[in-house]
């Protein structure tokens, strides 16, 4: 009886040390430059893969000035005022400010579309896929 229960007491032992030590996925920060170091107008990259609780810093870099708009209609079904969220009307001048957005747990998956209002005629848009 005293092995059985030796050996029952090792086996709870292990499995709750391995259920302690196992790592949760870990949110991940991404870098987004706003404005090509070869002096292009186009986000860096341009489009990034990223997962619910992610954070983005769009980094203000060449040719300003940025921002960045989701517009309601180029996100995910269900996802229109995350749009508005995310959002970043005011304009960056100077290289080196930034901004920072988390992507929401509840964020529907696919793709967010999004651009720099000054220069959207340019073609500085960018995407945001949530996997």
Not at 105 to 123: I, L
Request: hydrophobic fraction near 40%; include cysteine; charged fraction near 15%.
């Amino acid at each position: 009886m005293k092995k059985l229960g030796l050996i029952l007491a090792t086996v709870f032992f292990t499995i709750a040390t391995f259920a302690l030590s196992a790592n949760p996925a870990q949110a991940a920060t991404h870098q987004v430059k706003m404005g090509s170091d070869t002096g292009q107008l186009v986000y860096v990259p341009e489009t990034l893969s990223v997962s619910p609780g992610d954070s983005v810093e769009f980094v203000m870099n060449k040719l300003a000035p940025h921002n960045v708009v989701f517009e309601s209609s180029d996100v995910p079904e269900g996802a229109e005022s995350i749009a508005s969220s995310l959002t970043m009307s005011k304009l960056l001048f100077s290289p080196g400010q930034s901004y920072s957005i988390t992507i929401p747990e509840d964020a529907p998956k696919g793709e967010y579309e999004y651009y720099c209002q000054p220069h959207r005629g340019a073609g500085m848009t960018g995407k945001l896929i949530v996997e």
